[in-house]
């Protein structure tokens, strides 16, 4: 039950992780359905709208900056993952606490 709950929990946060990166890529806008409207986070997205620092049609600094976010989201993605690993070890090990003696 614990390593349910745990995992549950962190699959939110990947899941939080991944729509916070839609949105500074741009891929998440306020006038689309009521579903994805739900995932539409302003403060984030309007990083990407045109003009801003990381609008994907940008030319500064070579058109660099608009892949900021995707570097963000794999750099967090590494952080979770490592994380996640450590969890799991010890989830794993708590579980087999019988099977060890």
């Given at each position: 039950?614990?390593?349910?709950?745990?995992?549950?929990?962190?699959l939110?946060?990947?899941?939080?992780?991944?729509?916070?990166?839609?949105?500074?890529?741009?891929?998440?806008?306020?006038?689309?359905?009521?579903?994805?409207?739900?995932?539409?986070?302003?403060?984030?997205?309007?990083?990407?709208?045109?003009?801003?620092l990381?609008?994907p049609?940008?030319?500064?600094?070579?058109?660099l900056?608009?892949?900021?976010?995707?570097?963000?989201?794999?750099?967090?993605?590494?952080?979770?993952?490592?994380l996640?690993?450590s969890?799991?070890?010890?989830?794993?090990?708590?579980?087999?606490?019988?099977?060890?003696r």
């Amino acid at each position: 039950a614990v390593s349910v709950a745990v995992t549950s929990f962190m699959l939110l946060i990947a899941f939080f992780v991944m729509i916070c990166s839609l949105n500074l890529q741009g891929y998440m806008e306020e006038h689309v359905t009521t579903f994805e409207r739900a995932f539409y986070l302003a403060p984030l997205a309007r990083w990407a709208q045109p003009g801003a620092l990381f609008d994907p049609d940008q030319t500064e600094y070579f058109g660099l900056l608009a892949y900021v976010p995707t570097v963000l989201h794999v750099v967090a993605i590494m952080q979770l993952n490592k994380l996640y690993s450590s969890v799991a070890h010890k989830l794993t090990d708590n579980e087999n606490h019988e099977i060890g003696r």
